[in-house]
Every structure is written in C-alpha cells, then in structure tokens.
Nanobody, 122 residues
Framework: VQLQASGGGLVQAGGSLRLSCAASGRTFSTYNMAWFRQAPGNAREFVALITWSGSMKTYANFIKGRFTISRDNAKNTVYLQMNSLEPEDTAVYYC????????????????WGQGTLVTVSS
C-alpha cells in the first residue's frame, strides 16, 4: 500500500490540526494504521495506532487525550486530529501501515508515507 500524508503546517500553541493519510490499493481495510513522529535530533516515536476495523485505538502516553486517531475505510484514509498542541509536538509526522499482527514498533510497519511537518509556535 502507498501512503500520502497531508495536513501539517504552522500553528500556535493551543491550536489544532488534522492530519490525513490517503492510501492507495484495495486492501487498506486490512491494515493496522499508525502515526509516528520525529523531531529534529530525536528518534522516531510512536504516536497512535488504529486497528484495521477501527475497534481498537492505542495512544502514546504523552498524548494525554489531546489527539484522536480515526479511519474511513470507504475513503482509504486515516486521520489524526490534534488538539491543544504544544511546542513539544513540533515534528515530522508519518503515517504507516502494517499488515501483520498488532504492534507499536516501527520496524513492523512495512509501508510509510513521506511525512508532513507540524510546527507549533509558543
């Protein structure tokens, strides 16, 4: 599956953004989908995951209820709604797809989008 992330931009602290990740292919509904992020000088880190059916969602601890992951299998798209953004959320955000079993580890995701930059100013 090929992925195309969009929706990043510059926002003030406390603001909101919604990221989208459009997937090609007819098997999108069989993939677990996740968002990761990478800030300058930092390793890539897990943000959120949604299972193929949408029945299970997992979030990194630092999200603290501010972000929501969702998907629309009819549109082959996964979303990340980000509210109450903080300067520490500044990073390139990547969507990723996994056809395997449930995992939060980046190495288990075989398809990645190109990333979309989110910049949060203080």
């Amino acid at each position: 599956v090929q992925l195309q992330a969009s929706g990043g931009g510059l926002v003030q602290a406390g603001g909101s953004l919604r990221l989208s990740c459009a997937a090609s292919g007819r098997t999108f509904s069989t993939y677990n989908m996740a968002w990761f992020r990478q800030a300058p000088g930092n390793a890539r880190e897990f943000v959120a995951l949604i299972t193929w059916s949408g029945s299970m969602k997992t979030y990194a601890n630092f999200i603290k209820g501010r972000f929501t992951i969702s998907r629309d299998n009819a549109k082959n798209t996964v979303y990340l709604q980000m509210n109450s953004l903080e300067p520490e959320d500044t990073a390139v955000y990547y969507c990723a797809a996994s056809s395997g079993t449930y995992s939060l580890k980046a190495e288990n995701f075989g398809s990645w989008g190109q990333g979309t930059l989110v910049t949060v100013s203080s």
